[in-house]
């Protein structure tokens, strides 16, 4: 009899470990399987917002079927960007991490967070200037400007807004660019090379064009013949 009960209480116990291994924790008062990620990440995982702007955060598990999807956040820098509940703000110019913890197991995520400073240009601080018009396509889409900013850069430094406006039942965008013609004694200095900024507010993201632009004061591209960006 002793035998036999315990054959019995061996085959329970390696039950109960083929379904741990396979299916997660059980809890042994309720008799339910308890399933704990095998991996976690962040959606986003890299966010561009701009400064007072935010996103919301949240958790993708694997396998989906986790039992306790709650997570705590936590800032790495409260002076760039805080976390209220799952919503992220960016505070000041700058560079963090967001990093998420399962309340279930402590599994961690983090999401990189970087946050650009208004873009705002004064033209009192720059000699001369140059037009570009021009149209925009990101990820195959016409540009919108109720979803997207589109800007234009000397290296880190902003150098002007493009401007949706229309012209004989034509949309595209007008920008007015700011920078430095500096000549040397024999011959022009090397031109300040302009690129453009996509800045996506519903998917924090922050595209750039391929086409570089000389900074040369002159007109770039016509309102009938506006030259093309491609984000």
Known sequence: MKRLWRIIMFSCVAVVMTMTTSCGLIDMDFGTVIQVPYTMRLNPDTAYVMEGDTFVIAPVFVPDSVSNREVYYLSEADSVATVQGNTVVGVSEGETRIKA???????????????????????????????????????????????????????????????????????????????????????????????????????????????????????????????????
Not at 129 to 135: E, F, P, R, S
Not at 137 to 159: L, N, T, W, Y
Not at 188 to 204: D, G, M, N, S, W
């Open 101 to 231: 913890i399962s309340v279930q197991d402590t599994t961690k995520a983090y999401c990189q967070v970087f946050v650009m400073a208004p873009w705002a240009v004064n033209p009192y601080d720059y000699s001369d200037d140059m037009i570009v018009y021009a149209t925009a396509m990101i990820d195959g889409k016409p540009f919108d400007p109720a979803k997207q900013m589109i800007g234009a850069f000397s290296g880190p430094e902003f150098r002007g807004m493009g401007k949706m406006i229309e012209w004989q039942g034509r949309k595209f965008l007008q920008f007015r660019i700011y920078g430095y013609m500096e000549w040397g004694d024999d011959e022009p200095t090397l031109p300040e090379q302009i690129r453009f900024a996509c800045y996506e507010k519903e998917h924090v993201s922050l595209k750039y064009a391929s086409l570089l632009l000389p900074f040369d004061g002159e007109t770039h591209g016509t309102p009938s013949d506006p030259i093309e960006l491609n984000f």
